[in-house]
């Protein structure tokens, strides 16, 4: 238990989605029920019925304050806050317990039950969740998807500070009565299904109030700061390598301005600089997914240029461009056919980058007729010949997934999707 920030509630969750999902991949039920699916929603949009699949979910259904925050002193509390050594708060920290719900969905006979027993035995030898499950779990969580909130949320935040922060988490079953879980599911308003309430103690939110007279630092009030960064029109939101960007935020105009993309030494030159807002032209050859970005200002000196101070970091995600053709047809016989289609893209892949193939009937555009996954380039390269079986002859629409970074759909004039395409024999 340490002093932590505004992140800290997303951490915890995220922590018990990544310790169930690396369980189900180590252990062998996943032979009984097929894939398990981690989900950490609202139980009234997961798919129940006919579409039901085998899954886990944690949802965090109700916040409370921890009272024994008292005993934490001032003094103790100036000791031992982590989250900036250099500031103090007036105020006590926010100590919460959060109360989560885990539910187990299954459309087959014991699913649900088999996945509920499982996850608890998994939840009781780890009551405690230390500082080092937590930093891992937050590493998976913000680059297994690089479009997901978590993963921009923690962008321009150092996840080891952030797990030591958070210290360890006590994690600790609640046996409600029938009458209370009642209710929780009266109010939820969806289908019941068997879960079990546990109890993640205690975090701890510390004030961001300053008492500057301790801090005796005012220096940090003329640092440059990023608030947003976005695609220059909202026309086209999606960012691109080699568009320009818009970066908005405070004091962002120095005596000399530069950019920085992924903490790389080399300082590039924007187009336009504000006070609020600065214009900047992304390189063509950046990879895609997640890149940081700083604003840092340099001085001048006699011995050259002095860099004065930098920005907080910021997240800028990249998305591919792909065009695509068949490139042979493998298997007409049957009525399922196989293809081998090629895939162009900008820019160009890493070889360690993952890749998912995702085909849809241009009939149907919001129903996925396809998706697979594609083995890693060997080495870096902007073109892939992708295998396609046993699919039905017709038009798609094509999307790849590079880490989890979508490549976009063009739309008609008549608002319909359209390309890219690719046609089956």
């Given at each position: 238990?340490?002093?932590?920030?505004?992140?800290?509630?997303?951490?915890?969750?995220a922590?018990?989605?990544?310790?169930?999902?690396?369980?189900?991949?180590s252990?062998?039920i996943?032979?009984?029920?097929?894939?398990v699916?981690?989900?950490?929603?609202?139980?009234?949009?997961?798919k129940?019925?006919?579409?039901?699949?085998?899954?886990?979910?944690f949802?965090?259904?109700?916040?409370?304050?921890?009272?024994?925050?008292?005993?934490?002193?001032?003094?103790?509390?100036?000791?031992?806050?982590?989250?900036?050594?250099?500031?103090?708060?007036?105020?006590?920290?926010?100590?919460?317990?959060?109360?989560?719900?885990?539910?187990?969905?299954?459309?087959?006979?014991?699913?649900?039950?088999?996945?509920l027993?499982?996850?608890?035995q998994?939840?009781?030898?780890?009551?405690?969740?230390?500082?080092?499950?937590?930093?891992?779990?937050?590493?998976?969580?913000?680059?297994?998807?690089?479009?997901?909130?978590?993963?921009?949320?923690?962008?321009?935040?150092?996840i080891?500070?952030?797990?030591?922060?958070?210290?360890?988490?006590?994690?600790?079953?609640?046996?409600?009565?029938?009458?209370d879980?009642?209710?929780?599911?009266?109010?939820?308003?969806?289908?019941?299904?068997?879960?079990?309430?546990?109890?993640?103690?205690?975090?701890?939110?510390?004030?961001?109030?300053?008492?500057?007279?301790?801090?005796?630092n005012?220096?940090?009030?003329?640092?440059?700061?990023?608030?947003?960064?976005?695609?220059?029109?909202?026309?086209?939101?999606?960012?691109?390598?080699?568009?320009?960007?818009m970066i908005?935020?405070?004091?962002?105009?120095?005596?000399?301005?530069?950019?920085?993309?992924?903490?790389?030494?080399?300082?590039?030159?924007?187009?336009?600089?504000?006070?609020?807002?600065?214009?900047?032209?992304?390189?063509?050859?950046?990879?895609?997914?997640?890149?940081t970005?700083?604003?840092?200002?340099?001085?001048?000196?006699?011995?050259?240029?002095?860099?004065?101070?930098?920005?907080?970091?910021?997240a800028v995600?990249?998305?591919?461009?792909?065009?695509?053709?068949?490139?042979?047809?493998?298997?007409?016989?049957?009525?399922?056919?196989?293809?081998?289609l090629?895939?162009?893209?900008?820019?160009?892949?890493r070889?360690?980058?993952?890749?998912?193939?995702?085909?849809?009937?241009?009939?149907?555009?919001?129903?996925l007729?396809?998706?697979?996954?594609?083995?890693?380039?060997?080495?870096?390269?902007?073109?892939?010949?992708?295998?396609?079986?046993?699919?039905?002859?017709?038009?798609?629409?094509?999307?790849v997934q590079?880490?989890?970074?979508a490549?976009?759909?063009?739309?008609?004039?008549?608002?319909?999707?359209?390309?890219?395409?690719?046609?089956?024999p």
């Amino acid at each position: 238990m340490m002093m932590s920030n505004a992140l800290s509630i997303v951490a915890v969750t995220a922590v018990l989605k990544d310790l169930l999902e690396n369980g189900l991949v180590s252990d062998s039920i996943t032979a009984s029920v097929g894939d398990v699916l981690v989900t950490a929603l609202p139980p009234d949009l997961i798919k129940v019925g006919t579409d039901e699949r085998s899954q886990l979910n944690f949802f965090l259904y109700h916040v409370t304050q921890n009272r024994n925050v008292d005993w934490v002193s001032p003094e103790f509390r100036s000791k031992h806050s982590r989250v900036n050594k250099s500031q103090r708060s007036a105020n006590p920290p926010l100590a919460l317990d959060l109360h989560y719900l885990l539910t187990a969905y299954g459309a087959k006979d014991f699913q649900a039950e088999l996945l509920l027993g499982y996850a608890m035995q998994l939840l009781h030898t780890t009551t405690v969740i230390t500082s080092d499950l937590i930093e891992n779990a937050l590493k998976n969580a913000s680059t297994s998807n690089t479009t997901s909130l978590i993963s921009q949320a923690l962008a321009g935040v150092s996840i080891s500070k952030l797990a030591e922060q958070i210290g360890q988490i006590k994690l600790s079953p609640e046996f409600l009565s029938m009458e209370d879980n009642s209710k929780i599911w009266s109010a939820l308003q969806t289908h019941y299904r068997p879960s079990a309430s546990y109890l993640a103690s205690m975090i701890l939110i510390d004030s961001q109030e300053i008492n500057y007279s301790e801090c005796g630092n005012t220096g940090l009030w003329n640092e440059p700061s990023i608030e947003q960064v976005t695609a220059l029109t909202q026309t086209q939101p999606l960012i691109f390598a080699g568009n320009t960007i818009m970066i908005r935020g405070k004091r962002l105009r120095g005596e000399i301005t530069r950019i920085r993309l992924n903490n790389t030494e080399k300082l590039l030159v924007p187009e336009n600089i504000k006070e609020t807002q600065i214009s900047f032209k992304l390189p063509d050859d950046l990879y895609i997914g997640v890149q940081t970005i700083q604003v840092v200002h340099l001085t001048i000196a006699n011995a050259g240029h002095i860099e004065n101070m930098t920005s907080n970091v910021a997240a800028v995600i990249i998305h591919p461009k792909i065009s695509v053709l068949l490139r042979q047809v493998v298997d007409s016989a049957a009525e399922l056919h196989s293809v081998e289609l090629t895939v162009k893209f900008h820019p160009q892949l890493r070889k360690t980058q993952r890749v998912v193939l995702l085909l849809n009937e241009i009939s149907s555009p919001h129903t996925l007729a396809q998706s697979i996954v594609v083995s890693s380039p060997d080495d870096d390269t902007d073109v892939m010949n992708i295998a396609v079986k046993n699919i039905q002859p017709g038009t798609y629409l094509v999307r790849v997934q590079v880490d989890g970074v979508a490549s976009p759909l063009e739309m008609n004039q008549t608002g319909e999707y359209h390309s890219p395409q690719v046609t089956i024999p």
